[in-house]
């Protein structure tokens, strides 16, 4: 386990589905995360659902005792609205991007919240990275990033294949 309010010294990794994590992967990276609704072992964190809606929280409670009877120690948390479920569960939260960290004062009060450590914003530059930085901060260096999230499926609202278009309506 990782003591509290210390850094993993290796990097840590997300994966959609545990057939996509290759056998190195879990020598290299300090961490695998997993969907809460994919989650199995070897890996040891979760990822929750950036939002869930109050029909869902029963079972989401119940995929959390399940992750963790299996072995998860650790969530991969973007919403704050989900930190205190983590913790009552006893897993390890860390900050994800979706918490948008910008600056010193939300940092620590994710930290003080009792996040084990904190995701800087992707949006911030080179400088305000080095300015946040702290044994207590990680970024996103490689892969893909959520382009929205959206509470209802745009496309099937509504009935288009095409809905977001550019200024040439293309």
């Not at 930190?83 to 979706?98: E, F, I, P, R, W």
Request: aromatic residues 8%.
């Amino acid at each position: 386990l990782q003591a509290p309010g210390t850094r993993a010294e290796k990097p840590t990794a997300r994966f959609a589905s545990p057939e996509r994590i290759p056998a190195e992967a879990y020598t290299y990276f300090a961490h695998l995360y997993l969907p809460l609704d994919r989650y199995a072992p070897p890996a040891d964190g979760v990822v929750l659902p950036a939002v869930i809606f109050d029909s869902e929280r029963a079972a989401v409670r119940k995929a959390l005792r399940e992750a963790v009877m299996q072995g998860a120690t650790h969530a991969l948390v973007g919403n704050v609205g989900h930190l205190s479920l983590c913790l009552a569960h006893g897993l390890t939260v860390h900050g994800d991007y979706g918490w948008n960290v910008t600056n010193p004062a939300a940092r620590d009060w994710f930290l003080e919240q009792g996040a084990c450590d904190v995701t800087l914003s992707f949006e911030l530059n080179g400088a305000q990275i080095r300015d946040l930085t702290t044994e207590r901060t990680g970024m996103i260096v490689y892969g893909r990033l959520p382009f929205m999230i959206f509470r209802n499926c745009l496309k099937k609202t509504h009935h288009k294949d095409e809905i977001l278009t550019d200024r040439k309506e293309k």
